[in-house]
């Protein structure tokens, strides 16, 4: 099931209970500082289907996990971990969740694809290859 925002597809993202009540607090405290992406966040976090668990669901993108992703507009398959603000740290393929890329890519399900605006207003699409384990810290 998709819905359409902004005269775009998305694909319907699951969010684990937990990460969503904490990914909450963070757009809403992040209104003032990043109104942009707190909003993109809020409006994926509107419209996800909340889980207890994800033992039993398709993978999706969760926060501590590692992710492959296909940019599709430029063909490049990545690898990030996406986390926190307070642990984002690109070098090391940690980003944050209050970017762009990060706000789209959280709970997307492997094989699916959403497209996102970069910061720059350039519209890109990517697609969710595979989500690995959780960093171990």
Same mark, same amino acid.
């Given at each position: ?14 969010? *684990? ?23 993109? *966040? ?12 994800? %033992? ?5 993108? /969760? ?12 063909? =490049? ?20 969740? *209050? ?5 789209? *890519? ?17 519209? %890109? /699409? ?10 171990? =810290?």
């Amino acid at each position: 099931m998709t819905t359409r925002s902004a005269g775009r597809l998305k694909p319907r993202i699951t969010i *684990l209970a937990a990460d969503h009540e904490r990914l909450s607090t963070l757009a809403r405290a992040a209104t003032n500082t990043h109104p942009d992406v707190s909003a993109i *966040l809020t409006e994926e976090l509107d419209r996800a289907r909340v889980v207890a668990d994800a %033992k039993r669901s398709h993978p999706f993108v /969760r926060m501590g996990h590692e992710v492959e992703y296909r940019d599709d507009t430029a063909g =490049a398959v990545r690898k990030v971990t996406l986390v926190y603000p307070e642990d984002a740290d690109i070098g090391q393929g940690k980003i944050s969740v *209050l970017t762009p890329i990060g706000a789209a *890519l959280i709970g997307v399900g492997v094989g699916e694809s959403i497209s996102w605006e970069t910061r720059n207003g350039e519209l %890109k /699409r990517l697609t969710v290859l595979q989500v690995g384990d959780a960093e171990v =810290a």
